[in-house]
Every structure is written in C-alpha cells, then in structure tokens.
C-alpha cells in the first residue's frame, strides 16, 4: 500500500513543528498575562495586572510604577509578535498545502517575529525579577518563561521548515 509522505503532500513537518509550537507559545503568553502569580509571598501574589492579598483579588489601576509599565508593555508587544509569527507560519503551511507558489519571504518574516516576540517576552521577564523585593518568582512568570522559548524554536522552526 502507498502512503504519499508529508512532503509530496505540501505539508512540511519542521513548519506544521513550528506553527503548533508557536500558537502554545501565545496561549502560554496569554495565560501568564491573565494571572497574577508572577511574584509571590506567603500572603500576597503580584502580576502585571492583577494582585491579591489572600483570597481577594483586584486589577492594577492607578499609580503603577514604570517598571510596571514597561513590563505590560513588553508582554503585549510579545504576545502580538508571536500572533503575528503564528500567523505567517499558518500562511505558509496552507499555502504549501494547496499547492500554491510558495512565497520566499514568509518564512522569513515568521521567523523574525518569532525572534522579536522571544526577545520581547524576555525583556519583561527581565525588568520583573530585577527587583522582587522579598517576593519569589510565580507560576505566572514561569508561563511566561516557557512562552519565550516556544516563541523563539517555533520560529527557528518556521524558518527552517518553510525554505
């Protein structure tokens, strides 16, 4: 019995690899944002958006200090990268599906935002654990952590399964 191999079918393993690792990336992200278990205490957990003290549990509105800031702002900017690297990757991957003309440069642009969005994500993993004060680093953060390098293989894999 023949069984065509992925190849004479338009699938590319490396990039159909390289597309799930990329979207476990941006649902990792996405968790680590919505939770506030990026440093914790006995009593108290903090994140980027959310903290509690105990059971009670309340967004970060008002005064946030720039540290803050600008780890939200990485974390967005990772998540949206890693969307986009997603999305080039699945480009591509359907694109070869149907046959099509492959188009060079998709890979190439997933990959580089796969690399944006890891080099991203670990800026704002840096800018949170330069200063804890007293607090151990949480699940959150370790989500987060995981997230980078899903984002940065998911794109080395794109690249490379997309040539």
């Known amino acids: 019995m023949f069984v065509p191999s992925p190849e004479i079918m338009g699938l590319k393993p490396l990039l159909l690899v390289g597309v799930g690792v ?6 990792l992200q996405i968790v680590a944002m919505a939770t506030p278990n990026w440093a914790v205490s006995k009593l108290q957990e903090i ?4 903290s509690c003290l105990g059971t009670v ?11 803050t800031d600008a780890v939200r702002a990485m974390s967005v900017l990772g998540v949206l990268l890693g969307i986009a690297s997603a999305g080039a990757a699945m480009l591509t991957l359907v694109i070869g ?12 642009v997933a990959g580089a935002a796969g690399l944006g969005a890891a080099g991203f994500t670990f800026l704002g ?10 607090f151990d680093l949480g699940y959150s953060w370790g989500l987060s952590f995981v997230a980078m390098v899903c984002f940065a293989a998911g794109g080395v894999l794109t690249f490379i399964g997309g040539r």
Do not use: H
């Open 47 to 50: 994140g980027p958006w959310r």
């Open 97 to 108: 599906i149907l046959g099509k003309d492959e188009i060079k440069l998709l890979p190439m």
């Open 125 to 134: 993993l840096v800018i949170w654990a330069a200063d804890l004060g007293g």
């Open 22 to 27: 990329l979207g476990v990336g941006v649902l």
């Open 57 to 67: 549990c309340g967004e970060n509105t008002g005064n946030t200090s720039g540290r």
